[in-house]
């Protein structure tokens, strides 16, 4: 019973952190802003000779008037081709790209291309299936086959990567990656339908990957 709910409060904490990363993360960096934005406008305030302590309220609302600014002229950067430019010197620096990608996967609510789709893959055992994860709904080098990842349990931060063919693929329409991820810490003490709070299906009543690819209009291999 100690070790259920250890677990139990081990993984609701575990999807907390996730759940409270990204906001964290826009926090610190407003706050940040905001912070050399405010010390910007106090040296302002001492260059043309005010005493910032004695103009608290229009020190406040000029940093504030100027970090809504940055915030708008970024905005309307993003629209434009400075972005573009701006990233592609960000790709120079080893590691970005990768790094810029594992980030992207946590957020299960992508669409197109670049959804995590959960997914049975059949063949990996003389019987049976294994849950698995596709990052990207692209087509393979090796034509009619899809990259499937199999992640490692209780750590997910490990795995392999496998070249399947798409008849070989099932996809858990209903899953994302945060419950794969509750799956792998249980060790399986959890079922899919557990997590899902599902009951059991028969395999043909799940999409296949090309039924699931025709539904959402994505290209398949010609």
Known sequence: MKNKAFTHFYQTALRGLFGLLPTVIIVVVILWLYDKIDALVGWMFEWVGFIPQNHKFLWFMLALLLFALLLYVMGHL??????????????????????KDIINIFNSSKEGENQVLVVAIRGFAKEGYNIGLMYSQKESIIKGHYTVTLSMSPIPNGGFMFEVPKENIFVLENA???NNLQYLLSMGVKSFAEILYVDPQPLEDLPTLDQWLQSHHLPQEK
């Open 176 to 178: 994302t990656f945060d």
């Open 78 to 99: 993003m629209k434009t081709r400075f972005i573009g430019f701006f990233e592609s010197l960000l790709k120079r620096i080893p590691g970005y790209s990768t790094v």
